[in-house]
């Protein structure tokens, strides 16, 4: 008997990805838009599927990656140069169209931060034919998608600050047309506010930073969280934003509303005073430790 060895297909795969046109979306928000030649091969469920970009240093026009390892990128990635390999940032695909006749483009909708990172600085220096590559889904359903509303779960939850807003907005337009839904999105400037678009029967409140401090921004999602009344008996919570508010919101859910822990999706997408690479050197380090 011959067997045959298949290698499982990883649902990821590298896309050249070359800016076409930028936007500001608002004050804190630009959106860049990339076409590519790969992207025939994208695929996507939308909702808040995430995607590693990686971005040129300062002085490259072409960000330096191991391209030819395939799925053994990671180890020779990790091998090349801390100044020279490109920079890796977690970014969520705010849409993807493919249209007959036009190129496919996705969009990414980046928060300036201000000169404090590197994602930032580039997103907000991007023209047209800057190059980066995004490793993405070639298969739609992915382990990078993580809202997954469960069969029993009769509302919905949502809280995002300014970085899961793109993701928030996916989600919010794919519910299912009724269901309960209490979304709180979290923003820097009243300017930060935008149209949502749902079919669900959504109560959305606009959280504002700049009519608060920002250090405030946990507490605030607290407050709000804490006085709404409930809607629903099992609630699907998704949580997604910087750590410490995640971190906050889901304690109250899980330990006040006694929401079941695997009803709670939550996402740190950044941390106040860390870089991604020191977040994605804790989470190993505890990964290892557990
Ligand atoms: C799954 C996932 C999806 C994400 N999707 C998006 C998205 O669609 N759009 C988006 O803008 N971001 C998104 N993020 C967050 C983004 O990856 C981080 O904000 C990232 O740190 C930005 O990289 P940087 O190089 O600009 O800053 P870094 O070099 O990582 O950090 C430098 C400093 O800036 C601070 N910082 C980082 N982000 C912010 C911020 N937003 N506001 C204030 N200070 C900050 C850090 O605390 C650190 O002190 C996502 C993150 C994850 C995990």
Not at 50 to 62: A, I, W
Not at 103 to 118: Q, Y
Not at 272 to 282: I, V
């Amino acid at each position: 008997m011959t067997t045959t060895l298949t290698a499982a297909l990883s649902p990821y795969r590298f896309f050249e990805a070359t800016v076409a046109r930028t936007r500001q979306v608002g004050p804190s928000t630009r959106r860049v838009t990339f076409v590519g030649a790969d992207l025939e091969h994208f695929a996507s469920l939308g909702l808040d599927q995430s995607l590693s970009v990686f971005l040129p240093r300062p002085g490259q026009s072409d960000p330096v990656l191991p391209r030819e390892h395939g799925d053994g990128w990671w180890a020779a990635f990790r091998a090349i140069d801390e100044d020279e390999r490109a920079v890796m940032r977690s970014y969520t695909l705010r849409e993807f169209r493919r249209a007959p006749g036009r190129p496919e483009e996705i969009d990414i909708d980046f928060v300036l931060h201000g000169d404090l990172g590197p994602a930032s600085r580039w997103a907000a220096q991007a023209a047209p034919g800057h190059r980066v590559v995004v490793l993405g889904p070639r298969v739609a359903d992915n382990g990078a998608v993580r809202f997954r509303l469960p069969a029993h779960a009769d509302s919905v939850v949502i809280w995002a600050d300014e970085t899961a807003l793109p993701a928030a907005e996916s989600v919010l337009a794919a519910l299912p047309p009724g269901i309960a839904a209490d979304v709180w999105i979290d923003v820097p400037r009243i300017g930060d506010r935008r149209p949502l678009y749902t079919a669900a029967d959504a109560r959305i409140a606009w959280l504002v930073g700049e009519e608060a401090p920002e250090a405030r921004r946990g507490e605030r999602a607290l407050a709000a969280l804490r006085a709404a009344p409930r809607r629903g008996t099992r609630p699907y919570a998704w949580l997604s934003g910087e750590s410490g508010a995640v971190t906050s919101l889901r304690r109250l859910l899980v330990r006040e509303r006694n929401v079941p822990k695997c009803d709670v999706t939550f996402v740190g997408y950044w941390r106040h005073g860390t870089t991604e690479e020191e977040l994605r050197a804790r989470r190993a380090a505890e990964a290892r430790t557990a």
